[in-house]
């Protein structure tokens, strides 16, 4: 395993990059650019005031044709200051740190990898690199579409399969804001002058309940705030859910049943807003040829690689939901994803550099 390979992920763990912080993500972004750069990497971004998205091409060499695109990211769940307590360590095959896993280890590999392949033929080469995904990518949606539509095949950098297994499929994963407006009131000079914004609240979270209680989907209310004083009838609730689905159908009719709630008490009013919205990718026949493909490209090298659907999403449930031949979970084996534990392998990083250049190069057909 190359040192730089494993110095570069120093630098990147070192380096905080929580999601939303603009200032960190910044700094971020300027080492990974430079790193990309000096393997040949052309690069832009697509600015937003939280984190900008970085845009890397490779330009093709000896193969013509539909460029493959990578996807990862470079936020991290953990905030600034996370290092003092979980810090940069290295014990035989095992490197801890906040990000390490998910999903840092995976951009190291992936530029190790393009340094591999200078000088080799391979199709042209597009990689985004979100600012957001840890909170479901709701700016960079529309730049994993565009760009999915022209490629030949699109790879996630997401961390895999405990094992080291990929991912043919994910759940469906939404974010969904209940905002409930009522009349305020003394609560007990006036109270049926008001309509109480919270009661409301928990009337439309039991029917949401209700619809989501026959179908196989998770739901997690996960935020609740509203009111100010208990001598005020609240005016202002709101709710966050997390909801997760494995059938599109499913899908569908809760966000329909959410799109159509309608206020219990005639003062009050309901709205719904989507915070962020991965579809469901449910496993397809372009999707288990691209698997079948990476199986034989492993196989040459002497690795064995399977794959199965997760149950955690990613900028890859846009592609896959779209038909896009996708495959994702190829950033190095670990655990503790989101967790004080999280690992890397050093051996799994070395691995995954080997795979991901003989994918950039063994690709070649539409």
């Known amino acids: 395993m190359s040192s730089a390979t494993i110095e570069a992920l120093h630098r990147y763990t070192l380096c905080e990059s929580p999601t939303g912080d603009a200032r960190s993500l910044a700094a971020m972004a300027r080492i990974l ?54 810090p940069w360590s ?17 951009l190291a590999a992936l530029l190790a990898a393009a340094r591999e392949i200078d000088g080799r033929d391979h ?39 405990p094992g080291g297994d990929l991912k043919t499929g994910r759940r469906g994963s939404t974010r969904a804001r209940i905002e409930v407006t009522g009349v305020e009131a003394h609560a007990a000079l006036d109270p049926d002058a008001g309509a109480n914004a919270i ?58 049943a959410l799109r159509r709630l309608h206020p219990v008490r005639a003062k009050a009013s309901v709205a719904t807003r989507l915070l962020s919205h991965r579809p469901t990718w449910s496993p397809g026949p372009a999707g288990t040829d691209l698997l079948d493909r990476i199986r034989v490209i492993a196989a040459g090298l002497g690795q064995a690689v399977d794959g199965r659907p997760a149950d955690g999403a990613a900028d890859t449930n846009t592609t896959g939901a779209l038909g896009h031949p996708t495959i994702d979970g190829l950033a190095p084996r670990g655990g503790g994803a989101h967790a004080r534990t999280e690992w890397v392998s050093a051996a799994g990083i070395a691995e995954r550099t080997t795979l991901l250049a003989a994918l950039l190069t063994g690709l070649v057909t539409p």
């Open 33 to 86: 650019e430079a790193d990309a750069g000096r393997v040949g990497f052309r690069t832009a971004r697509e600015t937003h005031p939280t984190g900008d998205h970085l845009i890397w091409t490779l330009p093709a060499r000896g193969v013509t044709g539909d460029p493959v695109l990578l996807l990862s990211h470079y936020d991290t769940v953990w905030p600034v200051g996370t290092l003092a307590t979980m």
């Open 90 to 106: 290295t014990e035989g095959d095992v490197i801890r740190g906040p990000g390490v896993y998910d999903t840092k280890a995976g």
């Open 123 to 161: 199709p042209e080469v597009r990689v985004i690199v979100v600012a957001d995904e840890e909170i479901g990518s709701p700016t960079a949606g529309d730049l994993v579409r565009t760009e999915a539509a022209g490629a030949r095949a699109v790879l996630g950098l997401e961390p895999p399969h």
């Open 199 to 256: 009661d409301e609240l928990v009337d439309q979270l039991i029917r949401v309940r209700a619809v989501v209680a026959s179908r196989p989907v998770l739901l997690n209310t996960g935020t609740v705030a509203g009111g100010g004083r208990t001598n005020v009838v609240a005016g202002r609730a709101h709710a966050d859910l997390g909801l997760r689905f494995v059938d599109p159908a499913d899908e569908e009719a809760v966000l329909d």
